[in-house]
């Protein structure tokens, strides 16, 4: 299912998205289909070109990240903090050559570890291990544990998906008669994580991190050449463009269908 979602991700998503058309519009361009290749072999290529450019990808993730820091004083409500996985840092030298939290997650925790202090709430961290290996949750307790003395309280090591962090979540929570939480993650994953923790029944005060900042080279000529960065950027925007999109679809579909296709 993985290995689905991701062929799924590289079609709809840039670089595929425009290189796929690419290649079909050199394939007609070879059979001698001279107008409909060369369109669209100048339209993807184009399209490619925009989406790498740090003029167009930074203010688009600006724009998707809906969400604002949070403020002071803090919310009162939530009982309890709960941190999303974003990825790993494998087979790391440094670290004896075992897996770590990657950049992303770092970052989610150091936030957390912020939260706490301020708050002194439980944490819950979520995240399973979809290619095997130690599930990511369990590298998120050693880090918070180890590099900011944070402890946690509950680890939800199962998950394979955010859909899936938001509904496992919700069953260690809801057993504990916890509803109300702070959910951490980067800003340009809060609006389809909010989405799911709400679909899941939580009542959830965002305190997203690792906004997209307006950096110099933004202000320069810079801005208008395509970069490897940029791209990837735009790239991640799509995905979660396109998750949040899906996440909409499936609530107008009859409940035993959008059930099994959730859980399926």
Request: charged share 15%.
């Amino acid at each position: 299912m993985i290995v689905w979602h991701g062929l799924v991700n590289a079609c709809l998503t840039p670089p595929g998205l425009f290189l796929l058309p690419m290649a079909i519009g050199l394939i007609l361009l070879a059979a001698r289909r001279h107008r409909t290749g060369a369109a669209l072999v100048a339209l993807s290529w184009a399209g490619l070109w925009i989406v790498s450019l740090p003029a167009v990808s930074h203010p688009l993730a600006r724009d998707w990240e809906s969400y604002p820091a949070l403020s002071r004083p803090l919310p009162i409500g939530p009982r309890a903090i709960v941190v999303l996985a974003a990825g790993r840092y494998h087979d790391a030298p440094e670290y004896g050559g075992r897996d770590t939290v990657g950049a992303d997650t770092l970052v989610r925790l150091r936030y957390a570890a912020r939260l706490f202090r301020e708050t002194h709430l439980p944490i819950l961290v979520s995240g399973g291990a979809p290619l095997g290996g130690t599930a990511a949750a369990r590298l998120m307790r050693r880090v918070l544990n180890r590099d900011f003395a944070t402890p946690v309280k509950w680890v939800e090591a199962s998950s394979k998906t955010t859909a899936q962090n938001a509904r496992y979540s919700w069953a260690v929570l809801h057993s504990q008669k916890i509803r109300s939480i702070f959910l951490v993650t980067q800003a340009w994953h809060m609006p389809r994580a909010v989405a799911l923790f709400r679909e899941a029944g939580f009542k959830v005060v965002p305190a997203p991190t690792g906004f997209v900042t307006r950096s110099r080279r933004g202000q320069t000529i810079l801005a208008y050449l395509p970069s490897a960065h940029a791209l990837a950027l735009s790239a991640l925007i799509f995905h979660e463009m396109i998750g949040l999109a899906w996440v909409r679809v499936r609530a107008l579909l009859p409940a035993p269908l959008a059930h099994l296709i959730s859980h399926g």
